[in-house]
């Protein structure tokens, strides 16, 4: 169990610009979330996925943020044309309902991005 | 989603007992509490989680008042390593199976 891993740890970009990130859950588990976190806060929920299927949105998610999980493996979150206040953390988790009881979810170490 | 409240901050000494508190007077009879906390520069983890019977776990203990309005994580003996963010979040049993809403936490500072 190698856990959950995010690439890249940090990331600085210009305003305008797109950034891709991705994310590598633990194997085998089928549900994964995304999440950011700005300074001072608790991280905000942002989607999740089941499988390869995006099963809900926040509000949070602008038409300028997308997230895939082709495969129902991997993610990736992508931000388009960024702004200022995109800057934050972007944390991924994954767990493993598959119709069993799951008392946790599996944190990576977060993106950590800057736009300037 | 019902609320938790916490205090911003705490201290302990370490090897000495913490008690971090978390009100939640709208909890509904369905919520579990369920406690997360972030190290520096990591992302959140699971420490514990209960719905009405006090429970221990390796990590930490979690007592839950008779009307369930507050509960009170407990490290029996707080090291340099419990320094965190912790969060006290309501939600189903399974908080695996569900989007978490956090709120700001308890920063915990140990001093040596």
């Known amino acids: 169990d190698t856990g959950v891993s995010q690439d890249p740890r940090h990331k600085i970009t210009k305003r305008g610009q797109n950034v891709t990130f991705r994310c590598d859950p633990i194997?085998?588990?089928?549900?994964l979330y995304w999440y950011r976190q700005t300074l001072g806060q608790g991280p905000e929920f942002l989607t999740y996925?089941?499988?390869?299927?995006?099963?809900?949105k926040s509000r949070l998610l602008s038409d300028r943020f997308s997230a895939e999980r082709p495969k129902g493996s991997f993610s990736t979150l992508e931000i388009q044309r960024t702004e200022q206040g995109d800057s934050a953390m972007y944390l991924c988790?994954?767990?493993?309902?598959?119709?069993?009881?799951?008392?946790?979810?599996?944190f990576g170490p977060g993106t950590r991005l800057l736009v300037l | 989603d019902a609320k938790t409240t916490q205090p911003n901050s705490m201290e302990s000494n370490e090897e000495e007992p913490v008690h971090l508190p978390c009100n939640h007077s709208?909890?509904?009879?369905?919520?579990?509490i369920h406690w997360y906390r972030q190290l520096p520069s990591q992302g959140p983890e699971y420490v514990i989680h209960g719905l009405t019977s006090n429970v221990n776990n390796r990590m930490a203990s979690l007592a839950i008042a008779e009307d369930r309005k507050s509960s009170t994580l407990i490290l029996h003996r707080a090291t340099l390593r419990d320094a965190a963010v912790y969060y006290c979040?309501?939600?189903?049993?399974?908080?695996?199976?569900?989007?978490?809403?956090f709120g700001k936490g308890t920063r915990l500072s140990v001093i040596a």
């Open positions: 979040i309501l939600g189903p049993a399974y908080s695996g199976n569900t989007p978490l809403v």
């Open positions: 996925f089941q499988n390869e299927a995006q099963l809900e």
């Open positions: 988790a994954s767990s493993s309902p598959s119709g069993r009881a799951v008392w946790t979810q599996y």
């Open positions: 194997s085998e588990h089928n549900r």
């Open positions: 709208t909890i509904s009879g369905t919520d579990y």
